[in-house]
């Protein structure tokens, strides 16, 4: 046993010195790890027993819950980015000479690729420009998760790097003075590893109707709150501004909000978010799926409704500027319905708490609608606007960039205001 526990390898080559780098263990980090090493005897005994009876002395766990902190300055950073989909994510790891807390301090990197769908040319690199770090759920310590975006060799953002534009346009002296506001409610479904059937769900068949399953708790309601609790804590602990979660309408399916958050950071903290959620279901043996319409029939899709609001919406008079805002989105219809998801059209059918994706629509507390305005919002004369209309596979930098350009820097002729305020009941 006591072999078992003895400290890893790892203590004895630093203590040998066979590392030039190495630095003398003192009594106070010996005593840390001694302590460390005891409390986690009661914790993984179970597991080891399993480990030693299966013949084998397992010590993964021992070594993957290890605190590196007293023994080096090194950190791991992992830089996470957007793949040739436009909605995979991957991710490497690369050791950093010491803790950081912005992402100006951290070298770029890069990566093949040909191996991820994103070298068009001759010219397989790719480079990534870390933009925004979190805590590292999984590995804790000071280690740390590195959003990136990718960018040639030549300093040109490639096509799926949809951050570029947006922080363009968050940095527009218009937009930043307005200092939008972005809540994202980001729905998911979590499937059964082997038949990519939802959780929960008999294998082949289906569930009864929907109606007991939203918010609902019990084992005939409820599949996955385990993987939701653990991603909602891993989020708080990573830095990222989750709001909330909940169990949503299609049995196995989940939604968790994240904001309100400025411009740029809104979409960062929900890639960081996916990219937590992508890893937690991974170690579940659970599937993640994002698309917007999972199961087709009387079932919710999954969307990714994103609540808005300017400086000036948020001020007195503020719903004057709400519908303004509803004026201009109208006349854009088309080109946010091309940039909302992928598959989209088969949710967008105008039941499931939905509007058409063909016709723009908007309402006071009505959820069939494009775009919907809380009650609270009307009541206090100012307050936000939600967009129903995203899927849940968007791209969070394409959605919040587009929605201020077109609130606050694009402009309809007097013509089409005109017209657009008649059809749609709103006097501006
Ligand atoms: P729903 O009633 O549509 O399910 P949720 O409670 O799930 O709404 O999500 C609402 C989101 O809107 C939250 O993320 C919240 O932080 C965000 N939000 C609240 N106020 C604002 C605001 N003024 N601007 C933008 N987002 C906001
Ligand atoms: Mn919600
Ligand atoms: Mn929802
Ligand atoms: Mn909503």
């Not at 082949?204 to 409820?222: E, L, V």
């Not at 909302?340 to 063909?358: F, P, Q, V």
Request: glycine share 10%; with cysteine; aromatic share 8%.
């Amino acid at each position: 046993m006591a072999q078992i526990l003895a400290p890893s390898t790892q203590c004895q080559t630093r203590i040998t010195k066979t590392s030039p780098f190495a630095t003398p263990i003192s009594s106070k980090m010996w005593s840390s790890l001694v302590m460390k090493q005891n409390k986690k005897v009661a914790r993984s005994a179970t597991f080891r027993a399993m480990a030693i009876n299966s013949g084998t002395i397992n010590r993964v766990e021992d070594l993957l819950n290890l605190d590196i902190t007293p023994f080096t300055d090194s950190i791991i950073a992992e830089y996470i980015w957007i793949g040739g989909t436009g909605i995979d994510v991957r991710s490497k790891s690369r050791t950093i000479s010491k803790p950081v807390e912005h992402p100006s301090e951290l070298p770029k990197w890069n990566y093949d690729g040909s191996s991820t769908g994103q070298a068009p040319g001759e010219d397989t690199e790719v480079i990534l420009y870390p933009q925004a770090i979190f805590k590292d759920p999984f590995r804790g310590g000071n280690n740390i998760l590195v959003i990136c975006d990718a960018y040639t060799t030549q300093g040109e953002p490639i096509p799926t790097n949809k951050r570029y534009k947006a922080a363009q346009i968050f940095r527009n002296p218009k937009v930043e003075a307005e200092i939008p506001w972005f809540g994202i409610e980001q729905e998911y479904t979590l499937l059964q590893t082997n038949v990519k059937w939802p959780l929960g769900w008999p294998v082949g068949g289906y569930p009864g109707p929907q109606g007991p399953y939203y918010c609902g708790a019990g084992a005939d309601k409820s599949f996955g709150r385990d993987i939701s609790d653990a991603h909602y804590k891993a989020c708080l602990y990573a830095g990222i501004n989750i709001s909330g979660t909940n169990a949503e309408v299609m049995p196995g399916q989940w939604e968790y909000q994240v904001g309100p958050s400025v411009g740029t950071e809104a979409a960062d903290h929900i890639w960081a978010s996916r990219y937590i959620l992508e890893r937690i279901t991974e170690q579940a043996g659970v599937v993640l799926s994002l698309d917007p319409k999972p199961i087709e029939g009387d079932w919710n899709g999954a969307g990714c409704h994103t609540n808005y609001s300017t400086k000036s919406m948020r001020e007195d008079g503020g719903f004057e500027v709400i519908k303004k805002a509803i004026l201009n989105l109208s006349l854009r219809h088309k080109v946010h319905m091309e940039a909302y998801g992928e598959g989209n059209e088969r949710r967008l059918t105008g039941k499931h708490e939905t509007a058409s994706i063909d016709t723009f629509s908007w309402g006071i507390g009505k959820r069939g609608c494009s775009i919907r305005v809380g009650r609270e919002t009307e009541k206090n004369g100012k307050g936000y606007l939600e967009d129903r209309r995203p899927a849940s596979n968007m791209d969070p930098y394409v959605v919040t960039a587009l929605l201020a350009e077109s609130t606050l820097l694009w402009e309809p002729t007097l013509e089409a205001e005109a017209l657009a305020a008649q059809k749609l009941a709103l006097k501006v």
